[in-house]
């Protein structure tokens, strides 16, 4: 998942002027890559990697090297920031990639990649609740594809999609998707560094860090075997670093700090489909009448939600 350090859904305000050129690659590759990691964490985990060690290993490499070429690139006084910077990249870090993305690859162990990517699609339906506790009044339609999404979301998690998803599993993938929405919410009020490749790589650098120690509280260390990890994992690891984080997580940087949020959203029911498509086709996971029933909701839904906050704004 990614999938961010910001909502899924409209507010008011400016934006700078953007290269649509830009906008619809950064796009194409949130739509695109992010859709394919559910299926590689997915391998990660399968090749008998832990899931926090793993997805630490993913963040604190790409976070290095996305720190390196930075400095080569603009010097490290490029890297520099306020501590109030540094503390909002944290907590980005660890709502978004610690406790979200974590969330993903634990649950993966017995929910396949596309139903948790189907999941995950909820997000914006959370991040519209948060907006409403936050006292804003939605539009008529823009209920409706919350209840809409909700209800599919419901089939899909009591159910499990009639896979060999445990229920535990569900829960954790559940409370990754609210972890992901808050923080994708809150983040614009946290003071991020103005640069969104420097926030970036503070935000996996700390949310990859915070992954080690949650890594370690819960015995991973014991569990994983070096020579035991099948090279199809190692693959699937570098794919994440590579593509996962320094491509598509610095497109999804860009596309917030440039990009109309209601443009952004449309990945929400873009992903997936790709990574049902994906489990489906490289992996044989099941594509069963639940999943594609409460799929179809849930995407109907946030489309519906994405639609009318869009109207709102125009």
Not at 70 to 91: D, I, K, N, P, W
Not at 101 to 120: Q, R
Not at 198 to 219: D, F, K, P, Q, R
Not at 235 to 258: H, K, P, R
Request: proline share 6%.
């Amino acid at each position: 998942m990614a999938a961010a350090p910001a909502q899924v859904l409209p507010e008011a305000g400016p934006r700078p002027a953007a290269s649509s050129a830009m906008i619809w690659s950064a796009l194409a590759v949130v739509y695109l890559v992010w859709g394919s990691t559910y299926l590689f964490i997915r391998i990660v985990i399968e090749a008998k990697i832990p899931p926090m060690l793993g997805m630490a290993a993913r963040f604190l490499l790409a976070a290095t090297l996305l720190a390196a070429f930075l400095a080569l690139r603009s010097g490290v006084s490029r890297l520099r920031v306020t501590t109030r910077e540094l503390l909002g990249a944290g907590v980005v870090g660890l709502l978004l990639l610690a406790f979200g993305n974590g969330a993903v690859a634990v649950a993966e162990k017995t929910v396949p990649s596309g139903l948790a990517a189907l999941l995950i699609a909820a997000v914006p339906l959370w991040l519209m609740l948060l907006r409403v506790g936050g006292g804003e009044r939605p539009r008529p339609l823009t209920w409706l594809g919350v209840l809409i999404g909700f209800g599919g979301a419901a089939l899909l998690a009591l159910s499990g999609g009639d896979t060999s998803a445990k229920p535990i599993s569900v829960v954790i993938l559940i409370l990754g998707t609210i972890s992901w929405a808050a923080g994708s919410r809150f983040s614009p009020r946290l003071g991020l560094p103005k640069d969104p490749l420097v926030a970036t790589v503070y935000e996996m650098a700390i949310g990859g860090s915070a992954m080690v120690l949650i890594g370690v509280l819960a015995g991973e260390p014991a569990q994983l075997h070096l020579g035991e990890v099948e090279p199809k994992g190692w693959i699937a690891l570098a794919y994440l670093v590579v593509f996962g984080s320094l491509l598509a997580y610095s497109a999804y940087s860009y596309l917030l700090a440039n990009a109309p949020i209601s443009l952004i959203g449309t990945y929400a029911y873009v992903n997936p489909v790709v990574a049902v498509f994906l489990g489906w086709l490289i992996l044989s996971e099941p594509i069963t009448g639940k999943i594609l029933i409460g799929g179809a909701v849930v995407v109907l839904g946030v489309a519906l939600v994405v639609s009318a906050e869009r109207r709102r704004t125009v």
